[in-house]
Structure formats: structure tokens, C-alpha cells
């Protein structure tokens, strides 16, 4: 019932569109008087939107028309509920229009109209079990207050539009703003407002019909979109995380990362497994394997999947190992898509000898030449005076203010119980040059978070900072450093040997081509230099439908992509700021000649 309901008001929401934007088939239905009323007495609502209704208001309604469709097909409560509203409103509008008219159209028309009203209101009634899906509770009263915000705006727009132009004669305050209000919803108003020239009647026409599709595609958006909730790490959270993380935290590399601030978390039932995980875009995205005990995964993963399908959220995992992609599949009836491999380096096994690593042996070779000097310490160890000084330093290292990052990084440095996380630093004459920041990774593990570096540095500084961190992990108890995540590593690297077959090199040029704002091969081959242990990642998603948007869920968390926004406090500051320069400027009056 709820695709049934969607494409059905998809089909109505697009008849209303191309009324509207195609001028012959709009004056065609309004001309065509008796044919049309016929059709439209029996349609609920349709009587009401003729002969009344412009092509402004054709548009309006079919655009609000398919953002119900993409609700219903949801399973949105809030959809059905508008969807609801749409037909007893329609019922009652067809009764003042049928009762003015009754001898024009007869009782049949009538009862026919109401028939097919009271069979959709009574299937809605029936089936109204299957739009279960909640919304956010902030977004409707939101909504209600961007519609009143919306209104008022237009009107303010309307009237001084009126009062810049030309009229053929003096219009009350009350005809200004009811000719205002008609043009937002595209009909016209009992006493139109004439201008001295037509064309500012028409541009007039044009922008309140205009606004009337903003105010109400705005506010059908805020109503019907899925809830959103900010991800916030509780306290209590936080203590349970670590607790799982101190008994197995030795599982998965990207354990520690559940703790970022910016995620929340779903338990099991028995609280011996969680998961971490962020909404954008209506997509429920976690990432790694679930926390805890693996026997209690099961548990946190149907806990999940049922609040994704509680809300209509899309569930996907990102980064997470081959049995936990498993788990996934075999729990939650998903898909595994293998993304591509982090890079795993073993303590014990790492050397500078041999020809594989001459390149990596030389870099090093150099930046010590050049008077660099390494220091890799426990968090614990360094002095908080210490921590902040080298935080604020490396921040302006940054290419831009977007922390990039999300599966595997803590987007924090030197946090309360981050102790056992350990900064490298490199230094050249006692000024700071680069920083490595690395989170644990179980007991005898790290995994790298952060990696940043002056871009006047000596090239191959980040090299000579990881092999610096490898030679002094034994000094802190550390066997294995799991470095960057290569995406696509198999195939950058199959697709350069010989024999590789012409669809794999074809998949390798695509990548190579997106390399240049995405840093899939960059990361591949400076991985790659330090003979690291390939451990597989995977994508476990929903299906092949959902994959584009779950991909730009992924971008988006791990701030690829970053939608515009207008920063309104920022905005405030700033025109606070140079209200109080004018004024300041203004009260010490012109300067004195000297």
C-alpha cells in the first residue's frame, strides 16, 4: 500500500506540473468546461482546483504532491497524516462547490465524488499501520514556525513591491495584502491590484506565485524529511564504550573511534555489544564492527536495524572486517561490497633494509640530515600547557576548516580519557614541524587518527614520522600500527600488472582519474612503501537502490562532500561587529586638524 499510495500521488503530482508549465494543456483543462467539470466531480479535490486555480497553483500542488509521494513511499506517519488532511479537505471543498452548482453537475456526480473520497479515506484508515515511520518532533513545530517566518516574508516582499509601483488608482491596506496573499498560492484575488503598466502586473504575478512555491516546497521539505538527530556521545556512553573497549578492544582497529563526539550509540539488550553510528541523509551509517562481545553482536545489530526501520533511515556500514560484514549479511539480510584494505604494519617484521624499501630508507635519510629530531609519547606523559600549544600549531597546518574523517578518526586531541592515545612530533631546531596523532588500538595497538605537517617542511616528513613511531612503539608496548585505509586497493593494484584484462584497467584509469580530489591512489602508494599487512574493509549496505545515496551519506560523513550552509551566528557577529565600528566611528566625530 505504501508504493501503491507513492506512485499514485507521483502520477496526480506530475499531472499538476505539466498543467501548470505547459500553457496548452493548462488552457485546454480550463476551457474545456464540460468535459473537465465532469471529470472533476467525481475526483476528490479536482472540482476545487479548476476554474479557480492558475498556473502557479498548478505547480505548487504538484511539487507538494511529490514530496508526499517520497514520504508515502517511506512509510512516513507524517506523509499519511497530509495525505489524510489532503482528502477530507478535498471532500469538504467538493461539497461547498457541489452545493452551489448541484443542478449544473446532478446528485450522481455528487455521490460518485463522495464514494471515491470515503474508499481512499477507508484504505488509508486500514492500512495506516504501514506508515509507521517516525519524524523528528523538532521538525514539525520547525516547520511551523519557517511557514508563519515564510509568510510574513512574502507579504513584507508583496507590499513594498505594490507600494514601488505605479498604481491606477489608491488600493486599501487590506486589498494590498489580500491581492498579496492570493498571488502566493496562484489565484486571484475578489478585487485585483491593476498597475499603470502591465508588464509590473505580470513580474508582479511572476515573484508572488514565485515565493507561494518556496514557502510551501520549504515547508512540505521541514514537515515530511526524516529525522536527523545530532549525534552526541553521553558520559555514560562514553564510560560503557570503554568499558567493552578495555576487554575487547583488541578485535578491530577502529574500535577507539566509536567514542568520536559527534556519534550515538545503539546497545544490545544484554549491553555487552554497541554500535556507533551518525544520520545524514536518511542514511543510518555506522562504522567498523559492532563493540563488544561478538556472540552479543547479533543483538546490537537488530536493535539497529529495527530504529533504522522505526524512522525509515537507510542502514549501512562502512569499514567494517570480513566477519563482521558477515554478521551483517547474515543478521540483518544485507549486502557486502569489499571496499578496500587497511594498511596493517607488525612491529616486529618492520625493517629500512632490502630494495622495497630504498625509497622510504632515503626519505628518512634526508629529513634526519636536515636536523629534524622525532619525539612519540603517551598522551598521559605530555603536559596539557604541552597538548594545547602543539593542537593550536598544527591548526594552522590546515588546508581548510573541514576536519575531514569519520570512520577512522576521533576528531579530537588530548579529550578527557584519551591518556593511552600518543602524539609524534617532529621538530627542526626546536620548532614543531609535524604532528601524528594515533588512538589505541586494544592493548598492544594503535591506529593512526590524525597526520599533519608545515607545508614548508622538508618533503618526506610524514614518512620519517611513522617509521620514527614504529622504532619507538616496543619503548611503549605497541606490536602493530594500522595505518591509513587505501579504498579500491585491489583493484589500483591488479589493474597495473601485466595481463590485467581490459575492464580492470578500465576500472583502475576511473580510479586513478578520481585520485585527483579524492586521494585514492596517493594513499595506496604511500601506504604501500612501508610493506604493511592488507586487512579487507567492507561496505554493507541495503541493496543496489539505495547505493548512490548511501555513497553520498558516506562522502558527507567523512566530509568529502560538505553542503553550503549559511552560518547565521557568524553573520550575526560580523554585522554586530561593524554596527558597533559605525557607531564608535560615528560618536567621535570628524577628526581635528592637527
Known amino acids: 500500500m505504501p508504493r501503491l499510495a507513492g506512485w499514485a500521488m507521483l502520477l496526480v503530482g506530475v499531472f499538476f506540473i505539466v498543467a501548470g508549465v505547459n500553457a496548452g494543456l493548462y488552457h485546454q483543462l480550463h476551457h474545456a468546461h464540460s468535459r473537465w467539470h465532469r471529470v472533476a466531480a467525481e475526483t476528490p479535490g479536482a472540482l476545487t482546483l479548476t476554474a479557480s486555480l492558475t498556473r502557479t497553483a498548478f505547480i505548487v500542488i504538484g511539487l ?88 510574513g516574508a512574502d507579504l513584507a516582499i508583496g507590499l513594498l513591491y505594490i507600494a514601488m509601483r505605479g498604481l491606477t488608482r489608491p488600493y486599501t491596506f487590506p486589498e494590498r495584502v489580500q491581492a498579496v496573499l492570493y498571488g502566493l498560492v496562484g489565484a486571484s484575488p475578489p478585487v485585483p491590484v ?62 577507539y573511534f566509536a567514542l568520536r563526539d559527534d556519534k550515538s550509540v545503539v546497545w544490545s539488550p544484554t549491553g555487552k555489544s554497541c554500535i556507533g553510528y551518525r544520520v545524514l541523509s536518511g542514511v543510518m551509517l555506522a562504522s567498523g564492527d559492532p563493540l563488544g562481545d561478538p556472540e552479543a553482536w547479533p543483538g546490537a545489530i537488530h536493535e ?32 557486502a561490497l569489499e571496499l578496500g584494505d587497511e594498511a596493517v604494519v607488525q612491529v616486529a617484521d618492520f625493517t629500512l633494509d632490502g630494495r622495497q624499501m630504498r625509497n622510504v630508507r632515503q626519505m628518512v635519510t634526508r629529513v634526519r640530515r636536515a636536523g629534524y629530531v622525532a619525539q612519540v609519547r603517551r598522551v598521559r606523559d605530555v603536559p596539557p600547557e604541552e597538548v594545547a600549544r602543539l593542537v593550536r600549531q598544527a591548526d594552522t597546518w590546515r588546508g581548510s576548516a573541514t576536519e575531514r574523517g569519520f570512520s577512522m578518526a576521533l576528531g579530537r586531541i588530548g579529550g578527557p580519557g584519551d591518556g593511552d592515545c600518543v602524539i609524534a612530533t617532529a621538530t627542526q631546531d626546536g620548532v614543531l614541524r609535524a604532528l601524528l596523532h594515533f588512538v589505541p588500538w586494544g592493548h598492544d595497538g594503535l591506529s593512526l587518527d590524525l597526520m599533519r605537517r608545515d607545508r614548508s617542511a622538508q618533503p618526506g616528513l610524514n614518512d620519517f614520522m611513522i617509521v620514527e613511531t614504529i622504532r619507538a612503539a616496543p619503548g611503549i608496548g605497541v606490536k602493530r600500527v594500522s595505518l591509513n585505509f587505501a579504498m579500491f586497493r585491489a583493484a589500483l593494484e591488479r589493474g597495473e600488472r601485466i595481463g590485467a584484462g581490459p575492464i580492470l584497467r578500465a576500472w583502475r584509469r576511473v580510479l586513478v582519474f578520481l585520485s585527483r580530489w579524492f586521494q585514492i591512489e596517493s594513499l595506496y602508494r604511500f601506504n604501500a612503501k612501508f610493506g604493511p599487512q592488507w586487512v579487507p574493509r567492507f561496505l554493507v549496505f541495503t ?46 566625530g570628524p577628526a581635528r586638524p592637527g
Not at 456526480?109 to 517516525?134: D, H, P, S
Not at 524512522?311 to 556500514?317: K, L, Q
Not at 537502490?545 to 567523512?558: P, V
Request: aromatic letters at 8%.
Open 64 to 151: 507538494l504532491l511529490l514530496l508526499l509521494c517520497h514520504g508515502l513511499l517511506r512509510r512516513k506517519h507524517r506523509a499519511w497524516q497530509a495525505t489524510m488532511a489532503l482528502l477530507v479537505t478535498a471532500a469538504a471543498l467538493n461539497v461547498v462547490r457541489l452545493h452551489r452548482h448541484i443542478d449544473r453537475f446532478g446528485l450522481s456526480a455528487m455521490v460518485t465524488g463522495f464514494a471515491i473520497t470515503a474508499v481512499l479515506v477507508g484504505l488509508g484508515l486500514y492500512y495506516r499501520r504501514e506508515f509507521y515511520a517516525l519524524g523528528d518532533p523538532r521538525t514539525r513545530w520547525r516547520a511551523l514556525g519557517i511557514l508563519i517566518a515564510l509568510i
Open 304 to 335: 539497529f536495524l529495527d530504529m533504522a526501520a522505526a524512522h525509515a533511515w537507510v542502514p549501512a556500514v562502512i569499514g567494517c572486517s570480513e566477519l563482521g560484514a558477515e554478521i551483517w549479511c547474515r543478521e540483518g539480510g544485507l549486502t
Open 543 to 588: 541493496g543496489p537502490r539505495d547505493a548512490i545515496r548511501i555513497g553520498l551519506a558516506a562522502l558527507e560523513a567523512e566530509a568529502f562532500l560538505v553542503w553550503p550552509t549559511m552560518e547565521a551566528r557568524r553573520l550575526a557577529r560580523k554585522a554586530r561587529g561593524r554596527l558597533r565600528r559605525w557607531r564608535a566611528a560615528h560618536a567621535a
Open 194 to 255: 491593476h498597475f499603470v503598466q502591465d508588464i509590473r502586473g505580470d513580474f508582479f504575478a511572476l515573484l508572488t506565485g514565485a515565493l507561494g512555491i518556496i514557502t510551501v516546497l520549504v515547508t512540505a521539505y521541514l514537515f515530511v524529511r526524516p529525522a536527523e538527530p545530532q549525534g552526541r556521545l553521553g558520559e555514560q556512553d562514553a564510560q560503557r564504550i570503554r568499558q567493552l573497549l578495555a576487554r575487547h578492544g583488541d578485535a578491530d582497529s577502529l574500535g
